[in-house]
């Protein structure tokens, strides 16, 4: 239930950058910065891990799609350096997720 809102909000984001309306599209950009500063915080504070990272994993090929229209349509819409910020913060959530942890000797 969680992956299906997930993709919603970020397909109705990309829609909404898309569509031309200024109201709508200027309210989408403010929701997607605040989002990608959420993501970055949580990113710097490590918290992609345990519960977070097997979510990601398991969900990654769902989302991988609507995460590149995403990027997509911050691009498009004229806002290039959000969509390179929210496509960093994107591979290092699931690099991080992927990434094998040492096992203590």
Same mark, same amino acid.
Request: proline content about 3%.
């Given at each position: 239930m969680q992956t299906a809102i997930s993709i919603i909000i970020s397909m109705t984001l990309s829609l909404s950058l898309l569509s031309g309306i200024g109201q709508l599209s200027q309210f989408a950009f403010y929701?997607? #910065?605040i989002m990608n500063v959420l993501?970055?915080?949580?990113m710097l504070l490590g918290m992609v891990k345990d519960e977070v990272s097997a979510r990601v994993r398991r969900t990654f090929w769902i989302q991988f799609m609507p995460s590149i229209f995403y990027v997509y349509a911050l691009i498009f819409s004229g806002h290039p350096m959000l969509g390179a910020s #929210?496509?960093?913060?994107?591979?290092?959530?699931?690099?991080t997720a992927f990434r094998k942890e040492a096992k203590p000797a």
């Amino acid at each position: 239930m969680q992956t299906a809102i997930s993709i919603i909000i970020s397909m109705t984001l990309s829609l909404s950058l898309l569509s031309g309306i200024g109201q709508l599209s200027q309210f989408a950009f403010y929701v997607c #910065v605040i989002m990608n500063v959420l993501a970055w915080i949580g990113m710097l504070l490590g918290m992609v891990k345990d519960e977070v990272s097997a979510r990601v994993r398991r969900t990654f090929w769902i989302q991988f799609m609507p995460s590149i229209f995403y990027v997509y349509a911050l691009i498009f819409s004229g806002h290039p350096m959000l969509g390179a910020s #929210v496509f960093m913060v994107q591979f290092l959530i699931v690099a991080t997720a992927f990434r094998k942890e040492a096992k203590p000797a």
